[in-house]
């Protein structure tokens, strides 16, 4: 295990992850806005380090050597208490049921590699945001994120793909302006390739190809379940702009 010297101010980060090269390591070394207090690649130290070092924040891999990621955040729930870190997976396991394992157990994000250091940092000051006064608008999105992320698992939507994160974005949206389903083309597509620097062809068919694998893993009886009404069958695929609008329309029911 690697221990470092703290940061005086700076957010306390500890990363556990058997990766050799890893690039969320060296950007928290480059950033005055972080403290890397250790690295390790093993379980066992993790749950011996945390107690002692009392990090903000754990980044972790759930393939560790020793014991499992999940095996860790258990014990360390029971070891640390109130003095829990806020904890973030940054995995190459990407099947849905990790994802839904994670959330139970009280991960803060579950984050499919390769991730963007920016992005995580990103992620990191959301969290933080979340306890200041005044942040129910915060709040507010990450209730929307973790149902949206819900209804997507259900479906069988992956989340390591990239139509994923186009449609949660997009449910988002049309929550936020339910006018701009009537202009897909021309607002939703290109605010979400904005965002997501890309274009809007790609999301269009990021989306298309989100849908086609949750039709093909055979979840429709899910699907009908969650609007409550038999709408779709195997033969007949939403469009993108019709999965969106219902989806927005339930999360907007539901308050």
Not at 191 to 218: C, D, L, P, Q, Y
Request: hydrophobic content about 40%.
């Amino acid at each position: 295990m690697e221990k470092t010297t703290p940061g005086k101010g700076k957010l306390r980060v500890y990363v556990a992850d058997k990766a050799e090269e890893n690039p969320i390591v060296t950007y928290l070394r480059g950033s005055d806005k972080f403290s890397l207090v250790g690295i390790s690649p093993n379980g066992e130290d993790v749950l011996n380090d945390l107690p002692l070092l009392k990090p903000d924040f754990l980044i972790m891999e759930v393939l560790l050597s020793g014991i499992d990621g999940f095996e860790v955040l258990e014990k360390l729930k029971e070891k640390m208490k109130d003095e829990m870190p806020k904890v973030i997976f940054v995995t190459n396991l990407s099947h849905s049921g990790f994802v839904t394992k994670a959330m139970n157990e009280g991960v803060s994000y579950f984050m499919v590699k390769p991730v963007k250091p920016e992005v995580l940092e990103e992620r990191m000051f959301d969290l933080l945001s979340e306890e200041k006064p005044n942040s129910g608008a915060l709040k507010f999105n990450k209730q929307l994120d973790e149902k949206i992320s819900n209804i997507f698992i259900s479906i069988g939507i992956p989340a390591h793909i990239k139509g994923y994160q186009f449609l949660r974005e997009a449910v988002k949206l049309a929550v936020e302006k339910p006018e701009i389903i009537g202009s897909i083309t021309k607002q939703l597509y290109p605010t979400i390739a904005e965002r997501f620097e890309t274009s809007s062809s790609k999301v269009e068919r990021g989306m298309r190809h989100a849908i086609e694998v949750a039709w093909n893993r055979g979840k429709i009886e899910n699907i009908n379940s969650l609007f409550g009404l038999k709408i779709y069958n195997s033969n007949e695929k939403p469009t993108n702009g019709e999965l969106i609008a219902l989806i927005a329309d339930k999360m907007i029911m539901e308050g």
